[in-house]
């Protein structure tokens, strides 16, 4: 199987090479600069590593690999959108740098460019990875929505959370390692293990996010702490707290997660205080690793030679044991 | 063949009984909305009149038909976003009676739904019924792009304005008459003459709306004149005036569609009165009929017997003689 470094430096290349030879401009350059702007390239890599992890020919997947970036991208522009965010990557945003019916209209075109791309792969499974790519647009929406109900309820549940992620973020994980599997040639049997693996590594990454936006090395990459807490969102962590603090650490908690006036450098210090009481952050970490022990699992019985998984097994490791 | 009528009577019932079984609510009852607002059907009823023009079997086509209802009803609900339009068929836009940010996500999966119902079309033809589709929705994009950029353009041309409506008018319908005619088992040749007559007569309603936002039948139906010329558009009306009136009638309307500060009805009344006396009224009429009669023309190559033709004629003839 080739490495995540390797998958990325194909992907990398045929994004800079595309070129959308359609016009006009004001559509297709924020396009161009969306898909530009970078990003790890984490779900198109995953395709080609899953193709390759059943065969040897994996030129097939680069294309199915470019729709599931652009259709990764177009949630991008337009949550930026839905959540007024000015910078993406340390970049202006699409409706910053244009305005916002071009991000609106840009990013409905990104959409279905994704499916020019679908179109590509071979007749014979069409069918079956059209199906795939609908169905898990259809959940990253409807995990978009969910997202948004939660900013304004405050009664929302960890399961509640734990749903909305695995639509919002790891259905996409976990189809483009399905995606690859299908185009690989794997039968039904195994690529539904890698849709397990996925899912359940893809929810991993989300609480190691949520973890590391609170306990992310700052100092070697220059993040900011507690952009989460700042924004008022319910991560794992917040949810956690609120289920199993003390009465009165809830009410305190409950109360700043609600409002916007306390001092930012205040708030971070007693949200963080009260996680530190409760043992939020190692609750938080046990389940991003029985998460990711549940994916492993079903990764370990792809009926592929073991020798083979290294690259995809390593590379969910790395993301598991990132610092930031 | 079956008559318009028919084809409105089954779409009316595919979108009454259609059930969208997912959740959540928030994301889905927009959809549900916009389609029970109605409209005229034109579009799927055309997937259903030209299936059955070259086969007697219309069920298959039936999926088809609503994926393009849908994605209209997408680029409906999108556009009134950009255009910050309040009312859509006389009540609230979807932005209006949820919010914007609902209209961008409900508008999404609306147009990720229209690919789930491409997607039940018989295997051995999916790869061309996604591939037009596909194309289609871009065009449409690309058109609604062309049209936001002349906003701010005084110097649109009339070939220009007939690109943009070709992309986002006409080519949906000619889809639509293609897509029904594949269903229906046409030859490629024959299909091909279907895009062609719904490019034309698509082309050609367009004029004709353009023409009865000032001429319709107001009496009658109660429906308010001149909103295209408050509104600034660019119609081919305006646009031809632009091209042939006299240098003081030019400067004259240049100035009025560049501003909102003229009363309403004195901005109708000079504009109508520099429409007529250069006689733009029928040189948009006489462009109108040009267009019908090359889609026409296509029509009558397509290797179908003239009679079984008539309803699909009758009905093309209908839209053009409508007095709104």
Redesign the interface.
């Known amino acids: 199987m080739i490495s995540f470094e390797k998958a990325q430096e194909i992907v990398n290349h045929e994004i800079s090479s595309l070129i959308i030879n359609?016009?006009?401009d004001?559509?297709y350059q924020p396009v161009q600069y969306m898909l530009s702007v970078g990003g790890k390239r984490i779900r198109p890599a995953m395709v080609l590593m899953a193709c390759s992890l059943f065969s040897d020919q994996i030129s097939n997947a680069s294309k199915c690999a470019l729709a599931i970036e652009l259709f990764h991208n177009f949630t991008l522009l337009?949550d930026d959108?839905?959540d007024n965010s000015a910078l993406r990557r340390n970049k202006p945003t699409v409706h910053e740098k244009w305005n916002r019916?071009?991000a609106?209209?840009s990013?409905?075109?990104m959409?279905?460019?994704s499916?020019?791309f679908i179109?590509d792969c071979p007749?014979e499974i069409?069918?079956d990875v059209?199906?795939l790519f609908?169905?898990t647009?259809?959940k990253v929406?409807?995990g978009?929505?969910?997202d948004?109900?939660y900013e304004s309820r405050n009664d929302v549940s960890v399961d509640e959370y734990l749903k909305m992620i695995t639509l919002k973020t790891s259905a996409l994980i976990a189809a483009s390692l399905k995606l690859g599997s299908i185009l690989g040639g794997a039968q039904a049997a195994d690529s539904d293990l890698m849709y397990e693996f996925g899912k359940n590594i893809g929810i991993a990454f989300q609480l190691k996010d949520d973890i590391l936006d609170i306990y992310g090395d700052t100092q070697k990459f220059g993040k900011r702490i507690g952009t989460d807490i700042i924004a008022n969102k319910k991560t794992y962590l917040i949810l956690k707290a609120l289920e199993i603090a003390d009465a009165e650490s809830r009410r305190i908690l409950g109360k700043l997660i609600s409002t916007n006036d306390t001092n930012k450098e205040e708030k971070i210090k007693q949200v963080i205080g009260i996680f530190n009481r409760f043992g939020i952050k190692e609750i938080a970490e046990a389940k991003s690793w029985e998460f990711y022990n549940t994916g492993l699992q079903a990764f370990n019985f792809v009926s592929v030679e073991d020798l083979q998984k290294k690259s995809l097994r390593d590379f969910a490791r790395q993301l598991m044991e990132r610092e930031r």
């Open positions: 359609r016009e006009p004001e559509l337009h959108i839905m019916n071009i609106i209209l990013g409905d075109v959409s279905i460019l499916y020019r179109e007749r069409l069918p059209l199906s609908t169905d647009a259809l929406c409807e978009q929505q969910y948004m109900n």
